[in-house]
């Protein structure tokens, strides 16, 4: 109970968010792309509870979309690395010392790349569009995933039932299938949570950047970098609620993905 008590802010926090991007437009139909440079920059009030931007748009609408874009393209990049991560893991675990050891060894290289870099070359070359980026977020997020598959495996391969499944002549997908995945199930639904939290962060940087997806998608990040631009002349309602936004994907996942963490250390 204290666990589940525990875990009600970041459920709160990520139920929000999913609705908001989900059911909000159904709620609050105000395009995101209409323009009315009649209303440039008006400050929140009852038409526009959260303003407009500097073409007019309104800005709740623009959050909802954009909250979408961000779900649209973060989702399917953290499939994507929780798949590559999955496979290399146990590619590396099933695998002899030597061959093992080798790609460990790539492994480590690959973790001493600096992310954020990776990313940033990457979109400098690949045409900006939803599915690059969501690949480029996915082959660049699974290399923690992966040591820390290979490790449990290290660790599974010590008890007594995976011993006795070798000596009956179990092969390594249905030791995957069977032996390995199952006792791995709660720590990796915990990291993939944490996956979906790096996914926004990685999406809401490159947007922030310039390099995120192409207008006249948008999203959080892109949303605030917009914002930032006109700082100086006040217009907090266009900076204030896409930091909220990430932050609340970002603590949610986090709170969430690390209760699940503790849980499955137990």
């Known amino acids: 109970m204290d666990v589940f008590k525990s875990r009600l802010p970041a459920f709160f926090s990520l139920a929000l968010l999913i609705l908001f991007c989900a059911a909000g ?6 395009s995101p792309t209409r323009l009315n440079p009649d209303l440039a920059l008006a400050p929140p009030m009852w038409t526009h509870p959260v303003g407009t931007d500097e073409l007019g748009r309104d800005e709740l609408a623009r959050l909802m979309r954009g909250g979408r874009e961000t779900l649209e393209v973060a989702i399917p990049a953290t499939v994507l690395a929780f798949v590559l991560g999955v496979a290399y893991g146990l590619l590396a675990g099933f695998a002899p010392a030597f061959p093992s050891r080798l790609l460990m060894r790539v492994l480590d290289a690959l973790l001493a790349l600096p992310t954020l870099v990776v990313l940033l ?3 400098s070359v690949l045409p900006l569009t939803e599915v690059s980026v969501c690949v480029l977020i996915g082959v660049t997020g699974w290399f ?9 495996m290290v660790a599974l391969r010590q008890r007594e039932f995976v011993h006795a499944a070798w000596q009956l002549g179990a092969g390594p997908l249905h030791m995957a299938r069977v032996h390995f995945l199952p006792n791995m199930v709660a720590l990796l639904a915990a990291n993939g949570v944490f996956l979906l939290g790096d996914s926004v962060l990685s999406l809401s940087a490159l947007s922030f950047l310039g390099l995120g997806v192409s207008p006249p998608a948008a999203s959080w990040g892109s949303m605030l970098q917009s914002g930032i631009l006109l700082v100086d002349i006040g217009a907090w309602w266009l900076i204030l609620p896409p930091g ?3 932050a609340a994907a970002l603590f949610g996942a ?4 690390g209760g699940m963490a503790r849980e499955a250390a137990r």
């Open 25 to 30: 437009p159904f709620l609050w139909p105000a």
């Open 121 to 123: 070359c990457g979109a």
């Open 244 to 246: 909220l936004l990430i």
């Open 254 to 257: 986090a709170s969430l993905g």
């Open 144 to 152: 923690g995933l992966a040591r820390l598959v290979r490790g449990e």
